[in-house]
């Protein structure tokens, strides 16, 4: 019986919605040179910075595409580092979404 309910528990974890983890990520932008760029962001600050090729994308994450989207710093945000609050622009053509301390806010 407690390994049933152990199973259950695991099975349950591994099935977070995004609005449950928190944790935002930005796939597919261009982050200074890197063309293809991941950015993981939880608790209102960056958490990985990194090429899509090598950096993970945690499970349950709501994920935002940002194919042909670049990727900048917003004005007096700091960097876009691990540690560093997760303030960003992300601009695109006609497309542009800002972020302010893990939040996604109306320009």
């Known amino acids: 019986m407690r390994t049933l309910l152990l199973l259950s528990c695991a099975a349950l974890a591994a099935c977070v919605?995004?609005?449950?983890s928190g944790v935002k990520v930005i796939v597919g932008a261009r982050l200074g040179?890197?063309?293809h760029s991941v950015v993981v962001i939880s608790n209102g600050k960056f958490q990985a910075v990194g090429p899509q090729a090598t950096?993970?994308?945690?499970?349950?994450?709501e994920i935002t595409g940002?194919?042909?989207m670049t990727i900048?710093?917003?004005a007096g945000g700091g960097a876009i580092e691990p540690g560093q609050p997760a303030n960003l622009v992300l601009k695109g053509g006609a497309n542009e979404r800002m972020?302010?301390?893990g939040e996604w806010v109306s320009p």
């Open 72 to 74: 900048e710093p917003l």
């Open 17 to 20: 919605s995004p609005q449950e």
């Open 66 to 68: 940002g194919l042909g």
């Open 33 to 35: 040179s890197v063309d």
């Open 99 to 101: 972020m302010r301390n």
């Open 55 to 61: 950096t993970p994308v945690p499970k349950g994450a």
